[in-house]
């Protein structure tokens, strides 16, 4: 993939890269995307807990109740890795 800046992007992409902090600007490039990566995994994790909060009337969180919650939660990663 290619990416065109204008000069004025360029010239700070390349600064950034000179500081230090960054081997070449497309590890400077690459870092900005993990970073938007981030904030948007969180955004949808912040959206599923209040969809949540909202989805109906709170239960008890006993201790087999939280069992019950880490056995699912388990279940569904194993199955996400396996396919």
Known sequence: MSVSLPEQLKAYVKERAE???????SDYIRELIREDLKRHEQKKLETMLLEG?????P?????TEQKKLEDEVR???LKKRTG
């Open 19 to 25: 500081q230090g902090l960054y081997g070449t600007p």
């Open 53 to 57: 909060l909202a989805s109906g009337d």
């Open 59 to 63: 239960i008890i969180m006993t201790a």
């Open 75 to 77: 279940a569904r990663i």
